[in-house]
């Protein structure tokens, strides 16, 4: 099936965290706790994927406080972490939420994410991903991890699907022509 067509069966993003949503790095502070920096278009990116009536997630290998505070402050309600064995997970989300895999785009930049991108509707990665992630995904964004790269991928698939310049209408002003 072309990539064109895949794109407008997609309902669910499932995103892996480290990598995709930050840029990779680990930053711990003196009481041992992880820093994460995200980035705030990733964020809206999200929020307007939402907005569309459609589900966003995430499947992280590593547990983490920061994720779990990031995802409420987004209002992602799937957020599965501490799997290292992602696929199962991702199967199970997709099941439970009464879906198809050929709904799903997957987004992972590592070897852990490597079946969920195979097994997704449509796989995707970040430019920085590893080269068996880059070769098995169906799209590799221009945006580095942690750079912007969901942003990137939401709009590739809002406007795949024609929804974008809707979604985005009430970012304008309201007295534009």
């Given at each position: 099936?072309?990539?064109?067509?895949?794109?407008?069966?997609?309902?669910?993003?499932?995103?892996?965290?480290?990598?995709?949503?930050?840029?990779?790095?680990?930053?711990?502070?003196?009481?041992?706790?992880?820093?994460?920096?995200?980035?705030?278009?990733?964020?809206?990116?999200?929020?307007?994927?939402?907005?569309?009536?459609?589900?966003f997630g995430l499947v992280t290998?590593?547990?983490?406080?920061?994720?779990?505070?990031?995802?409420?402050?987004?209002?992602?309600?799937?957020?599965?972490?501490?799997?290292?064995?992602?696929?199962?997970?991702?199967e199970q989300i997709v099941k439970d939420l009464g879906m198809e895999l050929e709904q799903l785009c997957y987004i992972g930049d590592d070897l852990a994410d490597l079946a969920c991108i195979e097994?997704?509707?449509?796989?995707?990665?970040?430019?920085d991903g590893v080269a068996e992630v880059k070769a098995a995904a169906d799209l590799v964004t221009k945006a580095s991890g942690g750079q912007g790269a969901v942003r990137e991928l939401i709009e590739t698939l809002l406007k795949g699907q024609h929804r974008w310049d809707d979604l985005i209408r009430r970012y304008h002003w309201a007295g534009r022509s």
């Open positions: 099936m072309k990539l064109d067509a895949r794109i407008q069966k997609i309902e669910l993003i499932l995103s892996d965290v480290d990598g995709v949503l930050t840029d990779g790095g680990l930053i711990y502070g003196h009481d041992g706790r992880d820093v994460k920096v995200f980035h705030v278009r990733d964020g809206l990116g999200i929020k307007i994927w939402r907005a569309a009536g459609f589900h290998a590593r547990s983490s406080h920061v994720v779990k505070v990031r995802a409420a402050e987004l209002g992602i309600e799937l957020v599965r972490q501490g799997h290292e064995e992602k696929f199962p997970v991702v097994a997704a509707g449509l796989g995707a990665t970040v430019a």
